[in-house]
């Protein structure tokens, strides 16, 4: 079993600042992360695949990081639209979330 | 454009069981690896399983391998997940979510809107 810990639990940011959410997995994984984006009663939404390409419509401001066991998920600009909850996966395991809030 | 289309809310006792359906559309849906995914109220996600529309193998999370049972219907490019022997733990909103790149099982892009399933007595 793969776990994928998530820091920080929760972000406070403003808009225009730099988000900087972090995946730790106990064992290496190579680069087979993806970042999910889920804003309150929606579907999450795949922002980032094989830990650093976008995924289709994904805006430049995200990016993605990282391999082996430690992973960054970076917003380099905050929108407003951005506060949500953020999920790392692997496989068939999800970290625990990081909330992204004002 | 891609759409996985989920059937309604629904209210069970415990004990019972549930089915969820995820009407596709907009790819050759036996192409793609479907995956069931829940999400408690206030929680994170929990995968549950994936589905082969192809060939109809499955694979189960451990928690669900004794009670969960996913099928397909290739005629109406629809996905169907059953859940059994319900109890309150299982409230939730359940969803069903495309593998993101054709022939895996890696990502999951789409999803679909979620099925709220509420067990109580």
């Known amino acids: 079993e793969i776990v994928l810990t998530q820091s920080p639990a929760t972000l406070s940011l403003s808009p225009g600042d730099r988000a900087t959410l972090s995946c730790r997995a106990g064992q290496s994984i190579n680069n087979y992360l993806a970042w999910y984006q889920q804003k309150p009663g929606q579907a999450p939404r795949l922002l980032i695949y094989?830990?650093?390409n976008r995924a289709t419509g994904i805006p430049a401001r995200f990016s993605g990081s990282g391999s082996g066991t430690d992973f960054t998920l970076t917003i380099s600009s905050l929108e407003p639209e951005d506060f949500a909850v953020y999920y790392c996966q692997q496989r068939s395991f999800f970290g625990q979330g990081t909330r992204l809030e004002i | 454009q891609v759409q996985l289309v989920q059937s309604g809310a629904e209210v069970k006792k415990p004990g019972a069981s549930v089915k969820v359906s995820c009407k596709t559309s907009?790819?050759?849906?036996?192409?793609?690896?479907l995956h069931w995914v829940r999400q408690a109220p206030g929680q994170g996600l929990e995968w549950m399983g994936w589905i082969n529309p192809n060939s109809s193998v499955t694979n189960y999370a451990e928690d669900f391998e004794d009670r969960v049972i996913m099928t397909r219907d290739t005629s109406i490019n629809t996905a169907y997940m059953e859940l059994s022997r319900l109890t309150s733990d299982d409230t939730a909103l359940y969803y069903c979510?495309?593998?993101?790149?054709?022939?895996?099982?890696?990502?999951?892009?789409?999803w679909g809107q979620g099925t709220l399933v509420t067990v109580s007595s």
């Open positions: 094989n830990a650093s």
């Open positions: 907009g790819y050759t849906f036996t192409d793609y690896y």
């Open positions: 979510a495309r593998a993101h790149i054709i022939g895996t099982t890696g990502y999951f892009d789409p």
